[in-house]
Structures are given as C-alpha cells and as structure tokens.
C-alpha cells in the first residue's frame, strides 16, 4: 500500500546517475528551455497531465534484483492500480477528496474499504508533488525514442518527458549506496473513463475502521 502512494506520486510528478553519450548537459538543445526554466515548465506540464488523466505500467527494480510490475492509472486526485500478488489480481482504488481506499479482489467479489486521509486543500492533490526539492537540469536522454530531462533532486534523479513533463524513469539512492529503479512505461496522457475508479456492481464491501 504504501509503496502504491509512493511510486503513483513520484511519477506524478510523478527520478542514470549515468551520464551517456547521449546526453547534452546544459547544452541549450533542450525544447522546454534552460536550468530552472526547465524544471518550471515541466512541473507545468506534469500537473496538466495529472488533471487530463495518465495511466501507465510501473516497473520497479529493488536493490536486490527483484522485479515488480503493475498498472496505474491517474486522474485529478483519483487512483487505481492494478497488480498480481502471490498469484491473485488485486485493485486498489484511492479518490485523495474523500480520503477513501478501495481493496477490491475480483475473484472473491470482495472489497475492504478504508480512511485513509482527508485532503480538502486543493494544494495536496498528487501535483504537489511537482514541487521538486534541490533540482538541478543535468541535460537530456532518449528513452523509448523519446527526448527526456534529466532532473536531479535532493533526493532522487528524474528522466522526465520534454513533451508532457511526466517522468519516465526514476532512480532512487540510498544510504548504503544501493539503487532502486522506477520505470513508467506504455505512457498515455488523456481523459480516463470514470468507471475506472469504481468497484463493479454487486461487490460485497466490508469496511475497515
């Protein structure tokens, strides 16, 4: 669970050390400007991107090698993941204005409903966190064939789409100097249907205090 609001918020907005060949650091090639104007503007566009609606397929790489995957899909302050843990298919629904978190388990037609938070100030919607901390523009990388920024924060490095400021890979270093790697993939930014963030019809819901 906490690892869902954690990785939802990061991509939103949303994070290789590495420094390729394809990289132009500070070079000015950029299409979104220069040093912080870029961390402005792509902050921007992440926060229209989050209001339109992105879903995407996480991929996430823990130090010690292990692999999880699972889908997202986002909109205003509503989410919904869906992965496959020890073999069973469950959904999780968060909507941020309630503070409600859905459970859902479709092949028991069962849902656990929780309170998680309230969040009636519009500043604590998942844009907020846009709001890196330290950046600083390292320069640009493809990925996939597309043009990203890379962004260096205080606390991670963010390669970050130039054309819908949405991250597309995120690396995290810790204490011990052991990496963890997020990557976003099968990015689409548009309107999401609001059926996603509801449970079926006929789900049995048990409620959590």
């Given at each position: 669970?906490?690892?869902?609001?954690?990785?939802?918020?990061?991509?939103?907005f949303?994070?290789?050390?590495?420094?390729?060949?394809?990289t132009?650091r500070?070079?000015?090639?950029?299409?979104?400007?220069?040093?912080?104007?870029?961390?402005?503007?792509?902050?921007?566009?992440?926060?229209?991107?989050?209001?339109?609606?992105?879903?995407?397929?996480?991929?996430?790489?823990?130090?010690?090698g292990?692999?999880?995957t699972?889908?997202?899909?986002?909109?205003?302050?509503?989410?919904?993941?869906?992965?496959?843990?020890?073999?069973?298919?469950?959904?999780t629904?968060?909507?941020?204005?309630?503070?409600?978190?859905?459970?859902?388990?479709?092949?028991?037609?069962?849902?656990?409903?929780?309170?998680?938070?309230?969040?009636?100030e519009?500043?604590e919607?998942?844009?907020?966190?846009?709001?890196?901390?330290?950046?600083?523009?390292?320069?640009?990388?493809?990925?996939?064939?597309?043009?990203?920024?890379?962004?260096?924060?205080?606390?991670?490095?963010?390669?970050?789409?130039?054309?819908n400021?949405?991250?597309?890979?995120?690396?995290?270093?810790?204490?011990?100097g052991?990496?963890k790697?997020c990557?976003?993939?099968?990015?689409?930014?548009?309107?999401?249907?609001?059926?996603?963030?509801?449970l079926?019809?006929?789900?049995?819901?048990?409620?959590k205090?």
């Amino acid at each position: 669970m906490k690892k869902f609001f954690v990785v939802t918020f990061l991509l939103m907005f949303l994070i290789s050390g590495c420094r390729s060949s394809d990289t132009a650091r500070n070079s000015g090639s950029t299409d979104v400007g220069n040093g912080e104007d870029i961390v402005a503007v792509l902050s921007s566009k992440g926060r229209q991107s989050i209001e339109k609606g992105v879903s995407w397929r996480s991929v996430i790489t823990e130090p010690d090698g292990t692999v999880e995957t699972f889908q997202v899909w986002h909109q205003g302050m509503k989410s919904r993941m869906e992965a496959v843990v020890k073999g069973q298919r469950v959904v999780t629904i968060v909507d941020g204005a309630s503070g409600i978190c859905l459970i859902y388990f479709p092949e028991k037609n069962l849902a656990i409903k929780y309170v998680v938070s309230a969040s009636p100030e519009p500043e604590e919607t998942p844009a907020s966190y846009l709001k890196w901390k330290g950046e600083e523009f390292e320069g640009e990388e493809m990925i996939d064939g597309v043009k990203c920024a890379i962004i260096r924060s205080d606390e991670a490095t963010y390669w970050v789409r130039e054309d819908n400021g949405v991250p597309m890979r995120v690396k995290l270093v810790g204490s011990n100097g052991k990496e963890k790697i997020c990557e976003f993939k099968d990015i689409k930014v548009g309107s999401i249907s609001p059926d996603t963030f509801l449970l079926p019809p006929g789900v049995k819901v048990v409620e959590k205090k």
